[in-house]
């Protein structure tokens, strides 16, 4: 490790740990590298990490004037060919080529499989790109490289089984991903893998089950609380316990403490619009929410971000907030390099979904539909999980159910049922149409 001092390098692998497991303490062990070895490649390259898998605009900011100023004082060719590699995967993510440093560390995996860093970056990576195929097996083609006694192997685990759901394979996902936890309880990333698999599934008591036996050890004190709870409040409403929902979401989603972290605030609005959809009375939550993302004047940096601020306007009723985000990003792909990652998942699905999310507000109802429809299968290329991204397909059956498309609402929900026959959400919706179909 360049530059990188005995103490330092004791730091780094103590960050590593905390990264894998989402401790909060991640942050304080990577000043630390910095602290004492300023210099150190891998501490930048870790620091920049940290200030972007937040997916917020001005940590980002903030990480690329320091690893800037510090590239410039880097000789490349005095750097270890993995150093060199994850130099560029930070600067290429950094300058807003996130697909180009997956790429990019995807190749340092290769060579140096065992690099915890690389796989775990890129793994979030593939995640915030939609990419499930990669969720999955870039975990996947390391794996044989490392010991199973390795303490860093049953994080690795977690992230393997959340690939597998992602990519359609649950029971597998399920069985590795209990075998993460059983591991390390506190693995909450495989505890997240595990409840993704239930979701997907439609098992939503044994999710509630799952959770319940394990909340001391995912509940608080990690990066993952608030979106576990989010997991666990879409189970108490597939059960029909609104009142439970609306109990979590005060209490564990969003509230006054609640930090406003870009990540946190789509987790409650994703929740509230799913009740939103289903007719559920949420108070004054709507504003409050919608304040909150007001209060964090986001720019254009992550497109799927955008659709939940959107989503928290329209719920509150503030149409003329969300149609100004929309003018706002239409201003910005028209002027911004086409080579930026985010300009794509903008145009391609995160106006048209954000255009929708506005008709819906207004009662368009065909026009939701219209511009849904094309992109059902196409969503992922904005990033997010299957389960996040269901607030939408559900958007688009009600849509179809609300409007003049009963056909096609027909169609979205035998597909839905056919899959998740438990699925409290869909069921219900059937009955609707029935009822309407009879009218």
Same mark, same amino acid.
């Given at each position: &490790?360049?530059?990188?001092?005995?103490?330092?390098?004791?730091?780094? *692998?103590?960050?590593?740990?905390?990264?894998?497991?989402?401790? *909060?303490?991640?942050?304080?062990?990577?000043?630390?590298?910095?602290?004492?070895?300023?210099?150190?490649? &891998?501490?930048?390259?870790?620091?920049?990490?940290? %200030?972007?898998?937040?997916?917020?605009?001005?940590?980002?900011?903030?990480?690329?004037?320091?690893?800037?100023?510090?590239?410039?004082?880097?000789?490349?060719?005095?750097?270890?060919?993995?150093?060199?590699?994850?130099?560029?995967?930070?600067?290429?993510?950094?300058?807003?080529?996130?697909?180009?440093?997956?790429?990019?560390?995807?190749?340092?995996?290769?060579?140096?499989?065992?690099?915890?860093?690389?796989?775990?970056?890129?793994?979030?990576?593939?995640?915030?790109?939609?990419?499930?195929?990669?969720?999955?097996?870039?975990?996947?083609?390391?794996?044989?490289?490392?010991?199973?006694?390795?303490?860093?192997?049953?994080?690795?685990?977690?992230?393997?089984?959340?690939?597998?759901?992602?990519?359609?394979?649950?029971?597998?996902?399920?069985?590795?991903?209990?075998?993460?936890?059983?591991?390390?309880?506190?693995?909450?990333?495989?505890?997240?893998?595990?409840?993704?698999?239930? *979701? &997907?599934? %439609?098992?939503?008591?044994?999710?509630?089950?799952?959770?319940?036996?394990?909340?001391?050890?995912?509940?608080? %004190?990690?990066?993952?609380?608030?979106?576990?709870?989010?997991?666990?409040?879409?189970?108490?409403?597939?059960?029909?316990?609104?009142?439970?929902?609306?109990?979590?979401?005060?209490?564990?989603?969003?509230?006054?403490?609640?930090?406003?972290?870009? &990540? *946190?605030?789509?987790?409650?609005?994703?929740?509230?619009?799913?009740?939103?959809?289903?007719?559920?009375?949420?108070?004054?939550?709507?504003?409050?929410?919608?304040?909150?993302?007001?209060?964090?004047?986001?720019?254009?940096?992550?497109?799927?971000?955008?659709?939940?601020?959107?989503?928290?306007?329209?719920?509150?009723?503030?149409?003329?907030?969300?149609?100004?985000?929309?003018?706002?990003?239409?201003?910005?792909?028209?002027?911004?390099?086409?080579?930026?990652?985010?300009?794509?998942?903008?145009?391609?699905? %995160?106006?048209?979904?954000?255009?929708?999310?506005?008709?819906?507000?207004?009662?368009?109802?065909?026009?939701?539909?219209?511009?849904?429809?094309?992109?059902?299968?196409?969503?992922?290329?904005?990033?997010?999980?299957?389960?996040?991204?269901?607030?939408?397909?559900?958007?688009?059956?009600?849509?179809?159910?609300?409007?003049?498309?009963?056909?096609?609402?027909?169609?979205?929900?035998?597909?839905?049922?056919?899959?998740?026959?438990?699925?409290?959400?869909?069921?219900?919706?059937?009955?609707?149409?029935?009822?309407?179909?009879?009218?």
């Amino acid at each position: &490790m360049t530059r990188t001092g005995a103490d330092a390098a004791r730091h780094y *692998e103590s960050a590593l740990d905390h990264l894998l497991f989402f401790r *909060e303490e991640v942050d304080a062990e990577v000043r630390a590298v910095l602290r004492d070895s300023p210099r150190s490649v &891998m501490g930048n390259v870790f620091a920049a990490y940290l %200030g972007l898998l937040g997916t917020e605009e001005t940590a980002a900011a903030d990480a690329r004037g320091a690893f800037e100023a510090f590239r410039r004082e880097v000789d490349p060719a005095r750097l270890t060919s993995r150093e060199r590699g994850h130099l560029e995967a930070a600067s290429s993510w950094l300058a807003g080529d996130i697909h180009r440093a997956g790429r990019l560390l995807a190749e340092v995996s290769v060579a140096c499989p065992r690099d915890a860093l690389a796989l775990a970056v890129g793994h979030q990576i593939d995640f915030f790109t939609g990419d499930a195929v990669l969720l999955r097996d870039r975990i996947g083609g390391a794996l044989s490289a490392w010991d199973a006694d390795d303490p860093h192997y049953g994080p690795l685990l977690g992230c393997y089984a959340f690939g597998l759901e992602e990519s359609g394979h649950y029971q597998r996902a399920e069985q590795v991903g209990l075998e993460a936890v059983q591991r390390n309880a506190r693995d909450v990333w495989g505890i997240h893998a595990v409840v993704h698999a239930y *979701e &997907m599934q %439609g098992r939503f008591e044994d999710g509630i089950r799952y959770l319940d036996a394990r909340a001391r050890n995912w509940a608080d %004190g990690n990066y993952l609380t608030v979106h576990n709870w989010w997991h666990y409040a879409l189970y108490l409403l597939e059960s029909g316990r609104t009142d439970r929902v609306l109990e979590v979401y005060d209490t564990a989603v969003h509230h006054e403490d609640s930090s406003d972290a870009a &990540m *946190e605030l789509l987790d409650a609005a994703s929740l509230l619009w799913r009740l939103h959809l289903a007719g559920v009375d949420t108070g004054d939550r709507w504003s409050t929410l919608a304040d909150a993302w007001a209060r964090r004047r986001d720019g254009a940096y992550y497109a799927f971000n955008d659709a939940h601020a959107v989503m928290a306007y329209v719920g509150a009723g503030r149409l003329s907030d969300a149609e100004a985000l929309v003018r706002d990003r239409q201003d910005w792909v028209r002027r911004a390099d086409p080579g930026l990652s985010n300009v794509s998942m903008t145009v391609d699905i %995160g106006l048209p979904v954000c255009r929708a999310l506005v008709d819906y507000g207004r009662g368009r109802y065909d026009e939701v539909t219209e511009l849904l429809l094309p992109l059902r299968r196409r969503l992922h290329a904005f990033g997010g999980s299957h389960a996040q991204r269901d607030a939408l397909q559900r958007t688009l059956v009600e849509a179809t159910l609300r409007g003049s498309r009963p056909d096609l609402a027909r169609t979205l929900l035998s597909e839905r049922v056919s899959l998740r026959p438990r699925c409290r959400y869909d069921r219900q919706a059937q009955t609707r149409l029935a009822g309407r179909l009879g009218g």
